[in-house]
């Protein structure tokens, strides 16, 4: 694991534009995995400058959310979707024929899993992995469990998540119980991932993350075994 330190939140999303704005000028037509959250909306915002000013061009990038609610129509304003419309997809010149996202608002989830599998393996899988990190660990919404899921799955959020969800909905109701989530296989077959890390509130979890045993009940530990991981961070650690 490399462990990139950034300032602050707002040079985290400085540096994380130019990780990916380099990895695109390299490999113009990259295969993407994004992530929603806090923590990545900085990303987004130099992504789309750097794309503006003509440095970078997303016009033969496709790009793969990891998860979406279940329940939430693509036009529901908490919706993964709408998120990444907002901050993303309507600002840079990426087709909307490349974007990729689980729907959470189809009947049958199964086959809905299946088709984001097959439309992952049709383009052979990701390149670059972006990934925020749950309070909890989760990565994407693979939460903390007794066993870790391969593919693209429905998932049952735990108390912590729905709870930490909470502030985003009028009532408590109204937050999902539920998501659909790429599954950790997908995101370990990555050829590289950059983990954004940002906020005091989150260094007990990336101490875990970075030096905890690797278990399922801290999804992202299992990250220790990517063989090319960056984490780029605003929090200061001691590295045992
Ligand atoms: C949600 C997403 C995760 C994301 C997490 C952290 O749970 N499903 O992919 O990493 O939020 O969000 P934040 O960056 O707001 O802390």
């Known amino acids: 694991m490399e462990i990139i ?5 707002l040079s985290l999303g400085q540096m994380a534009a130019r990780w990916v704005a380099r990895e695109i000028l390299v490999c113009p037509h990259l295969v993407l995995g994004l992530p929603t959250g806090s923590t990545p909306i900085g990303m ?4 789309t400058r750097l794309a503006q000013e003509g440095i970078i061009s997303f016009s033969q990038v496709r790009t793969f959310n990891l998860d979406e609610y279940v329940g939430l129509a693509a036009d529901h304003p908490q919706s993964y979707a709408f998120f990444m419309r907002e901050h993303f ?10 974007v990729n996202i689980p729907r959470g608002d189809v009947s049958n989830l199964a086959e809905e899993c299946r088709r984001y599998d097959d439309a992952l393996q049709r383009v052979g899988g990701i390149d670059v992995q972006i990934l925020g990190l749950g309070p909890n660990g989760h990565i994407g919404f693979n939460e903390p469990s007794h066993n870790m899921e391969i593919h693209t799955h429905v998932v049952d959020l735990t108390a912590a998540t729905i709870q930490a969800n909470r502030r985003f909905f009028p009532d408590s109701e109204a937050v999902p119980r539920q998501a659909v989530t790429m599954g950790v296989g997908s995101i370990m077959q990555a050829q590289k991932i950059l983990l954004l890390v940002s906020g005091e509130s989150k260094r007990d979890i990336l101490t875990k993350t970075i030096n905890g045993p690797v278990s399922t009940e801290v999804p992202s530990s299992i990250l220790q075994l ?3 991981i960056t984490v780029l961070t605003d929090i200061k650690l001691n590295r045992r």
Do not use: R
């Not at 987004?44 to 992504?47: A, E, I, N, S, V």
């Open 5 to 9: 330190y950034a300032q602050d939140n």
């Open 89 to 98: 997809w309507s600002k840079v010149d990426l087709p909307n024929g490349n």
């Open 44 to 47: 987004y915002h130099y992504l």
């Open 226 to 228: 990517h063989a090319d």
